[in-house]
């Protein structure tokens, strides 16, 4: 499975990429390969200032539905809107065109504290 | 972790496995939508050797069938099989089962689910006080469904047995794949047409059969299908799923499965479901889509537009081959015609759905 170095990575399977202080964040390979087929990204929070942890919206796959939590403190900015009719780019480029929302962090610190490639490779290992 | 003949074919073909009633079992291969329209459109294998296989012999065997089960197995000749449930004392089902006609009045082999294999056999022990030789013979019996518009032209060149012509629910027995003594019926779980193989499991004969119908198939395109697939496949065709759709505590009548209830005849807890067909249920096993978009699981409320909870989802998905959410579930007979408009909670959001027909279309 691919874990991209440049990336951060959470224990719930999100990575997130940061650029100054705005990020991307989507779930891991690993995260797609256990739901399986996604059907559903519903993200309801855009616009709202969130805590780490917190849900910040639901993937749906076609046998199970999975929370999503927000790696860092911050504010919800954009859901990609390419998933609304194509979520499946979720499975097939899960860093890429699968990426679900892009946020404002508060403290980009936050996130050099999340692990690297190589612990999250070793956790889901 | 019980195993079957095939559970190391299903790791080294690198199915994700999981724990299914008690068993090691294929949940997916190449993901479940694509395992879905291969069974729709072309033939899959689905590795099903967890359920249950009870061999009743003797002349008293339909006897203890007849008072156990719902539908009438006297009207069961050689090669025929039927779809029943066995009712406890309040009218709840034990559980939903095929019943083999092996040979008329004498031999009878019952097909149970894997979950509830141990409270079936008690039950039907307890209740054979006329000495029914009973064997259970699960563990020994392996069950290969193929399934599919193309399963069986597939099969064909495997047997002298006529398989392009087996209609629904009959079976015949002979040799396939070079191995003898198979029983294959044209039944299944999916709606896609196709047949399932039992078979003893000794030597290397699950071996034999399993490759001798990938190597028939590969060229047409068969697959692998897990037990996922095998969920939303029935669930579009709107078949019930025990534990989920029905059980213990819901009769056939509320679960729709009032055409396996046979009043001309006797069974456990007949005159309760009487009184229940004369007074008229109070709840009804339906199936909805979804017309907000979000998607129905076991367990979430169905409310009225009062936020009043007026039943339960039993099963819901997103049906693979018809681009929507659907669900099935008990809502009471106010809400249960055709047409009527419900509410399901999903995680807090009342979402619109619509009582539809079954199957989905």
């Not at chain 2, 008329?104 to 979950?115: D, F, G």
């Not at chain 2, 307890?126 to 290969?144: F, P, S």
């Not at chain 2, 896609?192 to 001798?212: P, R």
């Amino acid at each position: 499975m691919n874990f991209p170095a440049e990336l951060k990575y959470t224990k719930d399977h999100e990575w997130i990429s940061l650029d100054g202080n705005n990020a991307t964040i989507g779930i891991t390979e690993f995260a797609q390969k256990e739901l399986g087929d996604i059907v559903y990204v519903e993200v309801e929070t855009i616009g709202k200032s969130l805590k780490a942890n917190d849900v910040f919206g639901t993937v749906e796959a076609v046998k199970t539905v999975s929370d999503l939590f927000l790696p860092v403190d911050g504010t919800i900015n954009e859901l990609n809107g390419a998933l609304t009719s194509q979520p499946e780019l979720v499975n097939s480029d899960p860093y890429g065109e699968g990426w679900m929302i892009k946020m404002t962090v508060d403290n980009p610190e936050e996130v050099e504290a999340l692990m690297n490639a190589a612990d999250y490779e070793a956790m889901v290992g | 972790m019980k195993t079957t003949p095939f559970t190391q074919k299903h790791i080294d073909l690198g199915a994700k496995m999981a724990d299914f009633a008690g068993y090691n079992m294929p949940i997916s291969y190449s993901g479940i939508n694509d395992e879905h329209a291969t069974v729709r459109k072309n033939a899959g294998v689905f590795d099903v050797s967890h359920m249950g296989e009870f061999i009743l012999k003797g002349e008293n065997a339909l006897g203890l069938i007849q008072k156990l089960s719902t539908n009438d197995a006297s009207k069961l000749s050689a090669g025929k099989a039927q779809y029943s449930c066995m009712t406890n004392n309040e009218g709840g089902i034990i559980d939903d089962l095929l019943i083999y006609c092996i040979e008329e009045n004498k031999v009878y082999m019952l097909v149970v689910n894997a979950s509830n294999i141990e409270k079936d056999w008690n039950w039907i022990s307890e209740h054979n006080t006329d000495d029914v030789e009973m064997h259970n013979v699960t563990e020994k019996t392996a069950l290969l469904a193929i399934q599919g518009p193309n399963a069986t032209k597939i099969l064909q060149p495997l047997t002298d047995m006529d398989l392009l012509n087996l209609k629904y629910y009959t079976f015949a027995k002979g040799t396939f794949a070079g191995v003898g003594n198979i029983l294959v019926s044209a039944t299944g779980y999916t709606g896609a047409g196709g047949v399932e193989i039992y078979f003893e499991d000794k030597g290397d004969d699950a071996e034999k059969i399993w490759n001798a119908i990938f190597d028939a198939g590969k060229s047409l395109g068969i697959k692998p299908i897990g037990l996922a697939a095998r969920d939303t496949l029935r669930l579009e065709m709107g078949f019930c799923l025990y534990g989920n759709d029905i059980d213990d505590t819901t009769t056939p009548l509320e679960g729709g499965l009032g055409w396996i209830t046979k009043f001309t005849k006797d069974f456990t807890a007949k005159n309760i479901l009487e009184i229940q067909k004369k007074e008229g249920i109070q709840r009804k096993l339906v199936g909805f889509e979804m017309i907000d978009k979000g998607i129905p699981r076991k367990g979430y409320a169905i409310v009225n537009t009062n936020d009043e909870e007026i039943g339960h989802v039993t099963s819901g998905t997103q049906a693979p081959s018809l681009g929507k959410a659907i669900g099935m579930g008990y809502v009471k007979m106010e809400q249960a015609s055709i047409g009527s408009k419900i509410h399901i909670k999903v995680r807090e959001k009342q979402l619109e759905a619509q009582v539809v027909k079954m199957p989905f279309a």
